[in-house]
């Protein structure tokens, strides 16, 4: 998901999150629905004898609440591009900035990279005196490419 902002200075902000398709109230309701799923299954087998079933399923009930803590995680993956008259800054990280890499902006270059084979995600990069930054590597194509254009509008033109 791409935003855009401009403030009254002038400079742009675009804003870049990853499609989160579940919200956190979402996912524990799944996990709590699916934990009295597993513990009603485990334990009807371990009443009938079958009392190894239970662990296993408390064990695959803990992976996939690890595996949603992970894909929670990716989903909140933030990047901020901050275009000023004089630089591009571009902040990465979670809940505030982690990486934080500036760019002159009258030296710098924006490459779309297409991908060498079909199917493949092409890859949008800043480039500065031998540096290279990916940007957006969680947006969807149609986002990229809009971005892309969007960018190459301000910084050219």
């Known amino acids: 998901m791409v935003e855009s902002e401009r403030n009254a200075d002038g400079d742009i902000r675009f804003i870049l999150r990853s499609n989160g398709s579940m919200s ?7 996990l709590g629905v699916a934990g009295l799923v597993m513990a009603s299954i485990g334990i009807g087998f371990s ?6 079933v239970l662990p296993f399923s408390g064990a695959e009930w803990l ?4 595996a949603f803590k992970l894909s929670f995680r990716k989903a909140a993956m933030r990047e901020v591009v901050t275009i000023t008259e004089a630089s591009v800054v571009l902040e990465k990280g979670y809940d505030s900035p982690e ?3 500036r760019f ?4 710098m ?6 991908p060498p084979f079909r199917g493949h995600p092409s ?3 800043f480039r500065s005196h031998g540096r290279q930054v990916e940007v957006g590597r969680f947006l969807v194509e149609s986002e990229r490419e809009e971005l892309i254009h969007e960018l190459r509008q301000i910084l050219i033109g």
């Not at 009443?47 to 190894?52: I, K």
């Not at 992976?63 to 690890?66: D, F, K, S």
């Not at 270059?109 to 297409?114: L, R, Y």
């Open 47 to 52: 009443v009938l004898g079958l009392w190894l």
């Open 104 to 107: 002159q902006r009258t030296w």
């Open 24 to 30: 956190r109230r979402q996912i524990l309701t799944f």
């Open 109 to 114: 270059s924006v490459d779309w990279i297409k």
């Open 99 to 101: 990486q934080t890499y």
């Open 123 to 125: 890859r949008l990069a």
């Open 63 to 66: 992976l996939l609440a690890w």
